[in-house]
């Protein structure tokens, strides 16, 4: 079975410069995830999404950051602009249903490792 | 609001040796608490899951973990450390809402010396 696919793998950009990353998901899972994973600390989730709606976005930074999962299976999330404390890896993950942690397994990419000079 | 901290940033033990990695958890209700593993280069990895059935949870590669209610513990053990375990552990409690989201411990790097 493939696993969660994301590209690219690095990103080297200027501040104020926009990026993009992609992210493909397991076949057949409806949840999509994107986490923020600052060097030292754990991921920290931005955004969820079930099939091609918004489940939780509450700590996405909505005045740069965009994300869109638009038929419901690739997604792609956006900075624009950027700043040098967006400098992170931005991990993908996908489950089957994403209803219930306890029964349903997240599967996380490996990463883009964004750094903006 | 749930929450895990994870009492040790490094950890280093020999190889052959018991790893015991530290795990508090906070949660105002009954947690689901997970461990992962992250090997540089590498995607996340699920190495085993508490969801309120046995208090001691077995799982991948000869790690175990024990929920401890009284405790608020999720400490992960394994008794004999390899070489290949070399990585970043992280210890991961799910929210409240029933949407699958997870939030993660800051990790403990495990290192494994000859």
């Known amino acids: 079975e493939a696993g969660v696919a994301q590209s690219p793998r690095y990103k080297i950009i200027e501040k104020r410069q926009s990026v993009a990353f992609w992210c493909n998901p397991i076949s057949g899972h409806a949840t999509l995830y994107w986490y923020q994973q600052i060097l030292g600390q754990g991921p920290k989730l931005l955004i969820q999404?079930?099939?091609?709606?918004?489940?939780?976005d509450s700590q996405l930074p909505k005045d740069r950051f965009s994300a869109e999962r638009l038929k419901g299976v690739d997604s792609t999330l956006k900075i624009q602009p950027a700043k040098l404390e967006d400098s992170a890896v931005y991990l993908c993950?996908?489950?089957?249903?994403?209803?219930?942690?306890?029964?349903?397994?997240?599967?996380f990419g490996p990463g883009t490792r964004l750094t903006v000079l | 609001a749930q929450s895990v901290t994870q009492l040790d940033s490094h950890v280093s033990v020999s190889e052959g040796t018991p790893v015991l990695l530290r795990c508090n958890y906070s949660?105002?209700?009954?947690?689901?608490l997970f461990w992962y593993v992250q090997h540089p280069n590498k995607g996340l990895q699920l190495l085993l899951k508490?969801?309120?059935?046995?208090?001691l949870v077995k799982g991948i590669n000869g790690f175990e973990a024990e929920f401890k209610k009284s405790e608020t513990s999720f400490h992960l053990t394994k008794p004999s450390a390899h070489m290949s375990d070399a990585a970043e552990y992280f210890c991961?409690?799910?929210?409240?809402?029933?949407?699958?989201?997870?939030?993660f411990g800051q990790g403990t790097t495990l290192q494994v010396k000859p």
């Open positions: 991961v409690v799910s929210h409240s809402g029933n949407t699958g989201k997870l939030i």
């Open positions: 993950a996908s489950s089957l249903e994403g209803r219930r942690a306890t029964t349903d397994t997240q599967y």
């Open positions: 999404f079930q099939n091609n709606g918004v489940v939780d």
């Open positions: 508490y969801t309120s059935a046995a208090t």
């Open positions: 949660s105002s209700y009954s947690p689901s």
